[in-house]
C-alpha cells in the first residue's frame, strides 16, 4: 500500500511574528514553517529566543496528535522537519479565544484580582485577531455585528476550547506544569467538506502561560516579557516534560 505523497512547499503565503506559512503543491494543504523570533507588548518588544521553533514545533505536533486522538479536530496532518508543520488549509476566523484556568496577566489588572488564584471554573474570553487594533476585546454581539462566525460556529469553537483545556489541565498536570491560560485561534475549511470549523495555529509556551506545578516558576513566554531570563532552558524544559527526552 503505497502512501500519500507530501506536497511541494511552494509561494510564501503570510509572514507573522512567530510563524511564515507557505503554499503547497495541494491547494487544501500549507506549511506553517516555525520561526526564533519573539515579539511581546504588541510587536513593540522584539527579540530571538534560540531553538524556539524547533521546541514549538515539537510541542505543538506532539499535542495536536493527542489532541486528535481525544476527539478534537485539528489542521494538524503531519511533522515534515524540525520547523515545518503540514497543515489542512483553514480560512482563519478573526476571533482568538483565550481560555483561563488561572488569574494571570491582563485579568488580574482588569478585574484587580491577585494573580495565581485559582477560578472556579475556566473563563472563556475572545478577542477581534487585528494587529492594528491590538486585539481588542469582544463579545458575542461584537462578533455578529462584524459578521465573523455564526451563532452556531462560536457555540462549537466555545465547546472545542473547553474540551482541549480540559484535556490539556490533566495532561500537564501530570507532568508538573500549571496550565494558567491558553490561546487558540480557529478557521474553516477550504477542501472536502468545505466550512468545517477546526482548531488551528500552534499550542505552545508561546501561545500559553505555564507554572511549575511546585515552585510556580513561569515556563512560557512571559519569561521574554518580563526579562526574567532563562527562557531558552524553560522552553527546553516544557518540551521535555511534554514529549519526553
Known amino acids: 500500500m503505497s502512501s500519500t505523497p507530501t506536497p511541494e512547499r511552494a509561494e510564501k503565503l503570510h509572514e507573522g511574528k512567530a510563524k511564515i506559512v507557505y503554499a503547497t503543491s495541494d491547494p487544501h494543504m500549507i506549511i506553517q514553517y516555525f520561526k526564533d523570533d519573539a515579539t511581546a507588548f504588541d510587536a513593540k518588544k522584539r527579540g530571538t529566543i534560540v531553538n524556539k521553533g524547533v521546541i514549538n514545533n515539537r510541542i505543538a505536533s506532539h499535542l495536536f496528535e493527542l489532541l486528535g486522538e481525544s476527539g478534537v479536530t485539528t489542521h494538524f496532518v503531519a511533522k515534515l522537519s524540525?520547523?515545518?508543520?503540514?497543515?489542512?488549509?483553514?480560512?482563519?476566523?478573526?476571533?482568538?479565544?483565550?481560555?483561563?484556568?488561572?488569574?494571570?496577566?491582563?485579568?488580574?489588572?482588569?478585574?484587580?484580582?491577585?494573580?495565581?488564584?485559582?477560578?472556579?471554573?475556566?473563563?472563556?474570553?475572545?478577542?477581534?485577531?487585528?494587529?492594528?487594533?491590538?486585539?481588542?476585546?469582544?463579545?458575542?454581539?461584537?462578533?455578529?455585528?462584524?459578521?465573523?462566525?455564526?451563532?452556531?460556529?462560536?457555540?462549537?469553537?466555545?465547546?472545542?476550547?473547553?474540551?482541549?483545556?480540559?484535556?490539556?489541565?490533566?495532561?500537564?498536570?501530570?507532568?508538573?506544569?500549571?496550565?494558567?491560560?491558553?490561546?487558540?485561534?480557529?478557521?474553516?475549511?477550504?477542501?472536502?467538506?468545505a466550512g468545517a470549523v477546526l482548531l488551528g495555529d500552534e499550542i505552545s509556551p508561546d501561545t500559553c502561560r505555564l507554572w511549575d506545578k511546585k515552585t510556580h516558576e513561569k515556563m512560557d513566554k512571559d519569561r521574554f516579557r518580563r526579562d526574567l531570563g532563562r527562557i531558552e532552558e524553560s522552553y527546553e524544559e516544557v518540551a521535555r516534560r511534554i514529549c519526553g527526552s
Not at 488561572?102 to 478577542?127: D, N, T
Not at 452556531?152 to 500537564?172: Q, S, T, W
Open 82 to 193: 524540525d520547523r515545518e508543520m503540514l497543515c489542512r488549509r483553514l480560512q482563519i476566523i478573526l476571533v482568538e479565544v483565550v481560555v483561563r484556568n488561572v488569574v494571570a496577566g491582563s485579568l488580574a489588572k482588569r478585574l484587580g484580582m491577585e494573580e495565581g488564584a485559582s477560578l472556579p471554573r475556566p473563563i472563556v474570553e475572545h478577542y477581534y485577531k487585528r494587529d492594528d487594533l491590538s486585539d481588542p476585546p469582544i463579545n458575542l454581539d461584537h462578533i455578529q455585528v462584524l459578521n465573523l462566525a455564526t451563532s452556531e460556529e462560536m457555540l462549537h469553537i466555545r465547546r472545542e476550547a473547553l474540551k482541549v483545556n480540559e484535556f490539556l489541565v490533566k495532561y500537564l498536570d501530570q507532568r508538573e506544569i500549571r496550565l494558567v491560560d491558553f490561546k487558540l485561534e480557529f478557521g474553516r475549511t477550504t477542501g472536502g467538506g
